[in-house]
């Protein structure tokens, strides 16, 4: 298992049923846009509601992408 997975499944034990929700909706939107054709994939509704649903992590997105970077140098 990648450091990225176990980091992953770590934050997922931790939140609690409405953080988990918002998560299984953000991550059912991000694989219906990458299934999508590029013209639906771009749209601004969808970004809107991506955004929309990462707005309430509380956690760092951007600090976990920074940190696994670090670990693949």
Request: charged share 30%.
């Amino acid at each position: 298992m990648t450091i990225l997975r176990q980091k992953i499944e770590h934050e997922l034990d931790a939140l609690d049923n409405q953080s988990m929700a918002a998560v299984y909706e953000h991550l059912r939107q991000m694989n219906r846009l990458r299934r999508s054709p590029r013209k639906r994939r771009m749209a601004a509704a969808d970004i809107d509601l991506v955004l929309e649903l990462t707005s309430s992590s509380k956690s760092s997105w951007a600090a976990a992408v920074s940190a696994e970077r670090e670990v693949r140098l």
